[in-house]
């Protein structure tokens, strides 16, 4: 075969092209194995702080623990496979979050639950940075204009989200990896409860502060270990969830925050149906956006406090989410210092036999399974 020369101009384009694809990110490996999860009909169960204090022991037990104790293992025997957690407080540089937890034991713990191969998100009911209160503070309607560019508290702004982003790079384990985090950043805004509610803001500033959030902690700040999470409040339809919405280029998973909530006078029974359909509406709607935009789909929160139902997990849960094709179910948390403050099971509560049902359901993965995916 006769040799040719080629130009060396030439020769560098060669070389460009032929370099080999550049690693996944860490989120890209997390979304993938969302992807995978619901590839296989399964769905991830997740609790809420669950390996920093359950209903009967507190932090410090779990730190004794090596966060290796939760409620949920006390009665199944695994962890959840998603452990939730909130970055509230860390805007300030408190040394504990707003449910008083150590920073240092919620990187702790997520650092553990990532090395045993389970999967993290983190909310962050951020205080309100306008008016100095809590992320409950509805009483300005000026607060997510005054954080964008331009505002007030832009530059506050910044600081709180250059603290965002110190801590969630700070997440390593022992092979050096950033733990990925499913990031759920101002959650549950159709309603009006938190200074980020529909009522409080218009449509192009919520979208504004999604945007601002995300380009500063990935462009700015260069986080690779994110993946990002919508999460509207249950109850409303769909024109009233993707109002909001800010971007297929900045969301990787679609989710829904629904709580079963039982009025007084009204039948235990009765509030479970009307669960069961919020859920069933909105996951129908969010089945087909996620096709069509390309989503991962989840129940991001749901729960019944207290759980007065002792078989809500395989006769309301179960049966609202299984026929969807739904990453994860996270429940609230089980509070150590409020007795009637659960969301979770935990040894004699009522709904430790249905919930160790739940657990062992094919459809059901917990942390003792996710190194299949
Ligand atoms: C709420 C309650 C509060 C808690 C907050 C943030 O639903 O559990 O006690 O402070 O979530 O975790």
Redesign the pocket.
């Known amino acids: 075969m006769k040799k040719t020369l080629v130009p060396i101009g030439i020769m560098l384009t060669i070389c460009a092209c032929s370099t080999p694809a550049e690693d996944p990110t860490e989120a890209q490996r997390l979304t993938a194995r969302l992807q995978a999860v619901v590839a296989s009909q399964k769905i991830i169960y997740g609790h809420e702080d669950a390996l920093l204090y359950g209903h009967a022991w507190n932090t410090e037990q779990a730190l004794a623990a090596g966060f290796d104790r939760s409620d949920v293992k006390d009665v199944c025997g695994s962890h959840p496979g998603l452990l939730g957690l909130?970055l509230?407080g860390i805007e300030l540089q408190d040394s504990c979050n707003?449910?008083g937890l150590d920073f240092n034991y919620i990187r702790a713990a997520a650092v553990a639950h990532r090395e045993r191969g389970g999967i993290v998100t983190f909310s962050w009911?951020a205080r309100n940075p306008l008016t100095e209160g809590d992320a409950w503070d509805v009483s300005s309607a000026e607060v997510v204009a005054s954080v964008l560019e331009g505002g007030e508290k832009h530059a506050l702004f910044l600081s709180w989200l250059d603290r965002a982003a110190d801590f969630l790079s700070s997440l390593k384990t022992v092979e050096g990896e950033t733990v990925p985090v499913i990031f759920r950043p101002w959650h549950e805004h159709t309603g009006s409860w938190f200074w980020w509610g529909r009522n409080l803001c218009s449509v192009d500033e919520y979208t504004a502060l999604w945007r601002l959030t995300h380009d500063y902690l990935v462009s700015e700040r260069g986080l690779t270990n994110l993946v990002w999470a919508y999460s509207p409040g249950g109850g409303s339809d769909e024109a009233v969830y993707m109002e909001r919405y800010p971007g297929d280029d900045i969301v990787d998973v679609l989710g829904v925050d629904i709580y079963q909530y039982t009025a007084p006078g009204e039948e235990l029974a009765d509030s479970g149906r009307r669960l069961a359909e919020q859920v069933g509406d909105a996951l129908g709607y969010m089945e087909r956006l996620g096709r069509e935009h390309g989503k991962v789909i989840a129940l991001t929160e749901t729960g019944l406090e207290s759980i007065p139902d002792p078989t809500w997990w395989t006769e309301v849960l179960l049966p609202a989410v299984e026929r969807h094709p739904v990453a994860y179910v996270l429940t609230?948390?089980n509070?150590w210092d409020r007795d009637e403050?659960f969301y979770g099971p935990f040894p004699g509560a009522a709904c430790e036999a249905d919930f160790r049902a739940f657990a062992g359901d094919e459809k059901i993965v917990m942390l003792s399974e996710m190194n299949n995916y």
Do not use: F
């Open positions: 909130d509230g707003l449910d009911h609230w948390r509070a403050h």
